[in-house]
């Protein structure tokens, strides 16, 4: 016996994901409803061999569904979520709108699984920023054993976490740029994002600090220890999918880079990949439709008594959202809902 599943926002990049992912680790699902607003109704999308046409999210009864995946950012959240969740759904959100919640877990599977416990309290589960996800998989295990003090990150972020439209923006200015005769203002980016790089995802806050910044040092704390402190500066690149990370991190105890590596390496969710020639390291676009979070260029920090560098890189749109949405999904269905 499967479950019924809801994916809400089925037809945009995170949302079609999200079905792929479903159909690749062959969660077991009985029953599947790609959800969209209206003026995407109608569409079809892919669920493995299956060709499904989706149905309207503003007038979906979410009674007797298991659990619904969202993809459709915070404003339909705030609207659908609660619905789906008093209906008896589980919601597990890809969404900001919950992820500081204190009655609302923020699961990264590989790092706090424990957590999802708390999601009877709102019948809602929070999936984090992506550029934290991918790099709390890396610290929890360096973590354990040698106690994070401080993390200095520096992300380079494709275009698709600004969703489609990113992207589109990224294509129509990088084809402009041949073509003298077409300009292409920028509309999803602050600034031209073809051979150019933007430090400025999100707002700006009182501190000088975008909100994609706070979303990482907060995301960091309640995922994996409250006494880290974290500091970041996030960067969009001309990159279609995959984010790569700088990270430094500085430690309670010494923590030598040859045993970093090998705990990365047994850790799950990464790949270690990290020669020290030209090309041994992984790109951005070496990532894209994996499921890991690849490593590389793990080395000692001299300029600090406890500290290791290294790169961290994995596709957004999986690691980042949609796979995290599953393995959820399959962390409930194994520790809680128990059906499959």
């Not at 479950?3 to 949302?15: I, K, P």
């Not at 919950?98 to 599977?109: E, G």
């Not at 005769?181 to 700006?204: L, R, S, Y």
């Not at 991190?249 to 020669?275: N, S």
Request: hydrophobic share 40%; proline share 4%; aromatic share 8%.
């Amino acid at each position: 016996m499967g479950y019924r599943v809801v994916v809400a926002g089925a037809t945009g990049n995170v949302g079609r994901e999200m079905l792929n992912i479903l159909a690749e680790r062959q969660f077991p699902v009985d029953e599947l409803a790609p959800l969209a607003s209206r003026k995407s109704l109608g569409t079809e999308v892919s669920f493995g061999d299956t060709t499904l046409t989706t149905k309207d999210l503003d007038t979906f009864d979410f009674t007797g569904w298991d659990i619904a995946l969202f993809a459709i950012g915070s404003e339909g959240t705030k609207t659908y979520a609660p619905k789906a969740a008093a209906a008896g759904c589980v919601v597990i959100d890809n969404s900001s709108l919950y992820r500081y919640d204190p009655d609302v877990p923020l699961i990264v599977p590989e790092v706090n699984a424990d957590a999802i416990d708390g999601y009877s309290k709102k019948n809602i589960i929070a999936n984090p920023n992506c550029s934290t996800a991918q790099m709390v998989v890396a610290l929890k295990p360096l973590h354990d054993r040698a106690r994070i003090k401080r993390v200095v990150v520096s992300t380079y972020q494709s275009t698709s976490g600004a969703g489609k439209a990113g992207m589109d923006e990224l294509w129509d200015q990088t084809k402009a740029v041949y073509n003298p005769t077409v300009e292409v203002e920028p509309k999803a980016f602050q600034k031209q994002i073809a051979f150019n790089v933007i430090p400025q995802i999100d707002v700006f806050m009182d501190d000088g600090s975008t909100k994609e910044e706070w979303k990482m040092v907060a995301e960091t704390k309640k995922i994996v220890d409250t006494s880290i402190k974290v500091t970041a500066t996030c960067v969009r690149v001309p990159v279609f999918v995959g984010h790569s990370e700088a990270v430094n991190i500085e430690f309670e105890e010494f923590l030598d880079e040859d045993e970093a590596r090998d705990i990365l390496r047994e850790a799950p969710g990464i790949m270690v990949i990290d020669k020290r020639e030209a090309g041994g390291y992984v790109s951005p676009i070496e990532c894209v439709g994996d499921y890991a979070t690849f490593i590389s260029r793990i080395r000692q920090d001299s300029t600090v008594e406890n500290g290791i560098n290294l790169w961290c890189v994995s596709d957004n749109l999986r690691k980042g959202a949609a796979l995290n949405a599953v393995q959820i999904a399959e962390v409930l269905g194994q520790r809680v809902l128990k059906k499959g």
